[in-house]
């Protein structure tokens, strides 16, 4: 099987920062995209940041220029810095990995448990 373990998140005060990072573990063979999502309270979950294997990046509108995410592929995780947050960023945050077991093209979508990022103003 395969597990997504995040870490990272906690409270911080508007204009902080905080660093959260993400590892999968278990029957890997590779590891495509990677990203994080979030969900706030009465929201539907969306996406924050994504990078391919090849490291090409895509961000949210909304957190352009503030969050950068980046990846070890070697340790098969995913980091998001977050800089200059809002009260707006809080939310429980989710890694997301689509992950091969075996050579065949098939892959899995997971999730982690997700983590709670709470900015107060």
């Known amino acids: 099987q395969v597990q997504l373990v995040e870490s990272g998140g906690g409270l911080v005060q508007a204009g902080g920062s905080l660093r959260l990072s993400c590892a999968a573990s278990?029957?890997?063979?590779?590891?495509?995209?990677m990203g994080w999502y979030r969900q706030a309270p009465g929201k539907q979950r969306e996406l924050v940041a994504v990078?391919?294997?090849?490291?090409?990046?895509n961000y949210a509108a909304s957190v352009k220029g503030r969050f950068t995410i980046s990846r070890d592929n070697a340790k098969n995780t995913v980091y998001l810095q977050m800089n200059s947050l809002k009260p707006e960023d809080t939310a429980v945050y989710y890694c997301?990995?689509?992950?091969?077991?075996?050579?065949?093209?098939?892959?899995?979508?997971?999730w982690g448990q997700g983590t709670q990022v709470t900015v107060s103003s």
């Open positions: 278990g029957s890997i063979f590779s590891i495509s995209a």
């Open positions: 997301n990995a689509e992950i091969s077991r075996d050579p065949s093209p098939y892959k899995y979508r997971y």
């Open positions: 990078t391919t294997s090849g490291g090409t990046t």
